[in-house]
């Protein structure tokens, strides 16, 4: 099955710096989406790209899918941006569930 | 406002003790799934609907049973469950082909099985 890596596995900020986060997959893909899942485990929708790019506020997001990567920025980085992060994955032959990577662990400090 | 809603949120019962989880959404979307989260093994597919009657097994069907008579519905059963299905679930839906839509998710169910 296809692979998805993401980088760094933990990162520490402080408040109001830039960060960016990164997703690597194995193989091409029709749906890329990237998540947010808060200290009390909801798992809030960021984006839907499967390519191109986005922006939504203080985040925004690039996906090369000729070079199979995805990028998550966060700009002025707020405390309640801490959580994890995730990228999905779907592909043809999937069977339509999202295959997810290990997560990025982000803690803002004030 | 469009939303896929579980219940309960939380629950902590007994091993053997029949239990179900609900999920609903409201978007009228086709497709809907079911995921686990466990520390160390990421979120993994359980059993996902393409369509109303339609269901099949994902990676970890092992424990569960899942029906889908109305669209809006995919409710979650664990006829016998043990400690092993102590996890976090949840229900993600969206229209049509998930491979070309986005999935919504659900808030989440802490399920603890002592």
């Known amino acids: 099955g296809i692979q998805v890596e993401q980088s760094p596995p933990d990162l520490i900020l402080q408040e109001g710096a830039n960060s960016t986060l990164r997703c690597n997959f194995s193989?091409?893909?029709?749906?890329l989406q990237w998540f947010h899942q808060n200290p009390w485990g909801q798992l809030i929708n960021l984006f839907y790209?499967?390519?191109g790019t986005k922006q939504n506020g203080r985040l925004s997001a690039t996906t090369v899918a000729t070079e199979r990567y995805s990028l998550l920025y966060i700009s002025s980085s707020q405390t309640t941006d801490s959580g994890v992060y995730f990228c999905?994955?779907?592909?043809?032959?999937?069977?339509?569930?999202?295959?997810f990577g290990k997560g990025i662990t982000l803690s803002v400090r004030p | 406002e469009a939303q896929v809603t579980q219940n309960p949120r939380y629950l902590i019962t007994v091993t053997g003790k029949k239990l179900t989880v609900t999920c609903s959404q409201n978007?009228?979307?086709?497709?809907m799934s079911w995921y686990r989260q466990d520390p160390g093994l990421g979120l993994r597919q359980i059993y996902y609907?393409?369509?109303?009657?339609?269901?099949d097994k994902g990676d970890v069907p092992e424990g569960y049973k899942v029906s889908r008579k109305e669209k809006r519905n995919f409710p979650l059963i664990l006829e016998s469950p043990s400690p092993n299905q102590t996890s976090l679930y949840f229900c993600a839906s969206s229209l049509g082909d998930s491979r070309n839509q986005p999935q919504h998710f659900g808030d989440g169910t802490r399920l603890s099985i002592l």
């Open positions: 999905a994955v779907s592909y043809t032959g999937a069977n339509s569930k999202l295959t």
């Open positions: 609907s393409m369509n109303v009657e339609v269901t």
């Open positions: 978007m009228n979307h086709e497709y």
């Open positions: 193989d091409s893909v029709n749906n």
């Open positions: 790209i499967p390519s």
